[in-house]
């Protein structure tokens, strides 16, 4: 059974300071994807992550692949408040079987 | 870029009676959607995938008989909460990927909110 862990499941921090959301899965795969969502809302798509060592960035968010140590992170880089939100990570098996599995999500409070 | 749209948003109900969920994708054909469940404060849990013209297929401890799922268009799925209970009630939310979006690419709807009372 699949299984995706995020670390840390609640953050803290403050406006201006940098930090790491790190994404761990148990299986074999190449396909990790990132997502936000707001109180209330459903998912916003922000990475797709397709090969290992696939880096992309999006204005202070830059996600990560290792495919080797089944590991993806999310860094923030100075955060602002816009950027509190659950953080997502979900990883599609390989063999395509389609169905992602979600990790525990990271919530994220940005603080003046 | 790919819409997916979800109706209703919200919706309350009396304990017994049935709701149904639409889940359109508007400008892609969607070979296959998925149905999510969301408890408050937790992650997503996938409920069944569903292709178009063929049966869905559940996750384990997933009654079937509950949660009617219908693919009958490459544009629509249904889900439908039978006989709903307070314990029913959750947020959620369909997926849908399709030719347009297969740059591996999921599309959320929006999501509803289900409200048993």
């Known amino acids: 059974e699949l299984k995706v862990e995020q670390n840390p499941l609640f953050l803290s921090m403050q406006e201006g300071k940098n930090y790491t959301i790190y994404c761990n899965y148990s299986?074999?795969?190449?396909?990790l994807y990132w997502y936000r969502q707001d109180p209330g809302k459903s998912l916003e798509s922000l990475f797709v992550?397709?090969?290992?060592?696939a880096v992309k960035q999006e204005g202070r968010l830059m996600a990560s692949l290792d495919t080797k140590a089944r590991l993806s992170t999310l860094h923030i880089t100075a955060a602002v408040h816009d950027l509190s939100a659950t953080y997502f990570c979900?990883?599609?098996?390989?063999?395509?079987?389609?169905?992602?599995?979600f990790g525990t999500g990271t919530r994220l409070t940005i603080i003046p | 870029g790919a819409v997916v749209s979800q109706h209703p948003s919200w919706v309350i109900c009396k304990s017994g009676t049935s709701v149904k969920i639409e889940c359109r994708s508007l400008?892609?054909?969607?070979?296959?959607m998925f149905w999510y469940r969301q408890f408050p404060k937790q992650s997503l849990m996938l409920m069944a995938t569903?292709?178009?013209?063929?049966?869905?297929?559940?996750e384990q401890g997933v009654e079937k008989d509950k949660f009617l799922i219908n693919h009958a268009s490459l544009t629509l799925s249904t889900l439908t909460v039978t006989s709903a209970h307070p314990e029913d009630s959750s947020f959620y939310i369909c997926?849908?990927?399709?030719?347009?979006?297969?740059?591996?690419?999921?599309?959320f709807g929006s999501g509803t909110r289900l409200t048993v009372v």
């Open positions: 299986t074999t795969s190449d396909r």
């Open positions: 400008d892609f054909q969607a070979t296959t």
């Open positions: 979900a990883v599609d098996p390989s063999f395509g079987n389609e169905k992602l599995t």
């Open positions: 997926s849908a990927r399709g030719f347009r979006n297969a740059n591996y690419g999921y599309t």
């Open positions: 992550l397709l090969s290992n060592g």
């Open positions: 569903s292709n178009e013209g063929s049966k869905a297929t559940y």
